[in-house]
């Protein structure tokens, strides 16, 4: 597929050459999209929006795709060839300035350093608080972003979740844009005295007094993606459009799903450094090796009882509280479960305590730790996920690519990349029907009868292992859309009421 098919060639607005020369090379007839994000792997990584951000983003510049990755300058990243501009903002903001250069894994990147934004961690003080000047922080950046756009429009502007959303209300005619939603939880709603500041399309931003930088984004651009198919169904609920739904409904066919993808490089069991053993789906004995270092690792008993792992950020969302009462429980399967997770005290509190009462059952490491995740994946029998709500979910993914079971809850993104083995003769996995301990201790217990059976075993894992889960696909439809709206700027769907 070359670029031209999808993307009409059309004459470059005239640039100003001085500013980024060293580092911006266009070639004629190039789209040049401006991607905002807070978080971007491995510069800033707090959940999958780090990796979704860089995946797509690598994947749709080897499509051709001038791509400016913006976001915030936690500080403390270094980058070649670097060059700063001022960005051009009312007083309130302070002074901003964008830095770009080149960064060693992700290539050319815009940093926007605003007022507030330097801090260790991009949203979380040192006892897992928010930093309470967050909204004023992510306000600054989307207004800087804004200056930056407008200083040299882009063909489209890609904006990810509500850090990036309050960007729309500064521009009084923007370029086409898309939104993805990787979080509908998260909207960073904020105090009303906001919308005097904003910028002149503020109106669109007020939410029950306040100001919500999601739903003026959502309002304003010209299209929104959410990160799964499944979950575009979802959130024009009101079970789970947060508050959302209503203004997501009246956009119509303007909310389109899009399935995320993983790193299929970085997710490669056959050449994974971060594994004891490397395999693929035709040496899958190779993988005792890394169970037995796993078992190792995490400190269980190496035998034949079915393993199952989790790798998760510890929160609402992922419903680790529901394993709790599972945990007594497990022997009776039986089952061990090894838990990697960082986030809530109390969860990890709770999983801690957990462990002293039954050592034997259940292992937990409390921590962000990615070497250990990918043998969490190379050495599991099954990969549980008992997921509230799940926009995509990446690790469901990963562990599929890995040959180990996901076990999930049939929510948002695993809805698209889980099917049931019980159900589905081409099945991958284990489906429990809701996010409750029944459904859950049921699913547990059907899917280790399975994978006690070798043979069966190994013919789900081979389906999982054969799916194309890298960024391939996902991209060419972002780049489809890209094109589209870049063809007809301002043409919304029809169906969209706005
Ligand atoms: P979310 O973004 O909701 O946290 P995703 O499944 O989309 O969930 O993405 C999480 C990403 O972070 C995956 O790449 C996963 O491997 C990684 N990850 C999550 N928790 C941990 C952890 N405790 N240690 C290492 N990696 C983790
Ligand atoms: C969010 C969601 C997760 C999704 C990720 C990347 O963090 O919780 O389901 O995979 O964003 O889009």
């Not at 395999?279 to 400190?299: E, I, P, Y």
């Not at 838990?339 to 957990?354: E, I, K, T, Y």
């Not at 979910?393 to 099917?419: F, H, S």
């Amino acid at each position: 597929l070359a670029m031209s098919d999808i993307f009409p060639v059309k004459p470059n607005r005239p640039r100003e050459e001085t500013r980024t020369s060293k580092v911006a090379v266009r070639q004629t007839g190039q789209m040049r999209v401006v991607f905002a994000t807070a978080e971007l792997s491995p510069v800033a990584t707090v959940g999958g929006l780090a990796a979704a951000a860089a995946g797509l983003g690598a994947e749709l510049r080897r499509l051709g795709v001038d791509l400016d990755v913006v976001m915030p300058d936690y500080g403390d990243v270094a980058l070649v060839d670097e060059t700063t501009m001022p960005l051009e903002v009312p007083d309130w903001v302070g002074s901003a300035t964008i830095r770009v250069g080149f960064h060693p894994v992700v290539g050319r990147l815009h940093l926007v350093s605003v007022p507030g934004m330097a801090r260790p961690h991009p949203y979380l003080q040192a006892n897992g608080e928010g930093w309470h000047d967050n909204s004023d922080r992510f306000f600054r950046f989307a207004r800087a972003v804004a200056a930056f756009i407008d200083r040299d429009p882009p063909d489209v502007v890609h904006l990810n979740d509500w850090h990036t959303g309050a960007t729309l209300a500064a521009l009084a005619d923007p370029p086409p844009t898309v939104v993805s939603i990787h979080n509908l939880a998260y909207q960073g709603i904020s105090d009303g005295s906001w919308l005097d500041r904003i910028g002149p399309r503020a109106a669109h931003y007020e939410w029950w007094g306040g100001v919500n930088p999601l739903s003026g984004a959502l309002a304003l651009a010209d299209r929104i993606v959410a990160v799964s198919p499944h979950y575009a169904t979802e959130i024009i609920t009101p079970a789970g459009g947060f508050g959302l739904d209503e203004p997501l409904r009246n956009r119509g066919d303007d909310l389109i799903g899009i399935l995320n993808g993983i790193d299929s490089e970085m997710w490669d069991p056959a050449h994974d450094p971060l594994i004891a053993a490397p395999f693929d789906a035709a040496s899958l004995d190779a993988r005792r090796s890394n169970r037995t270092a796993l078992l190792a690792r995490v400190g269980l008993p190496d035998d034949d009882v079915v393993l199952a792992t989790v790798v998760t950020r510890l929160t609402h969302q992922k419903g680790i509280d529901l394993l709790a009462p599972l945990v007594p429980l497990l022997a009776q399967i039986p089952m061990r479960l090894a838990v990697l997770g960082s986030g809530d005290a109390r969860l990890a509190a709770q999983l801690h305590s957990l462990v002293t009462e039954y050592p034997d059952t259940l292992a937990f490491v409390d921590g962000y730790d990615e070497a250990l995740s990918h043998l969490m994946f190379a050495g599991a029998d099954l990969y549980l996920m008992p997921s509230r709500f799940e926009p995509c979910g990446l690790t469901q993914m990963q562990a599929m690519r890995y040959g180990a079971i996901p076990v999930v809850t049939a929510v948002g993104g695993l809805v698209d990349t889980v099917t049931d083995a019980d159900v589905h003769r081409d099945g991958t996995g284990f489906v429990a029907d809701r996010a409750e301990r029944e459904d859950l201790l049921a699913a547990l217990f059907r899917a280790e009868r399975r994978v006690r059976d070798r043979r069966r075993r190994s013919a789900i894992q081979k389906r999982g292992m054969a799916i194309d889960w890298s960024w391939h696909e996902p991209a060419r439809e972002y780049l489809a859309l890209y094109g589209e709206l870049a063809a007809n700027p301002r043409i919304r769907s029809e169906s969209s009421r706005r």
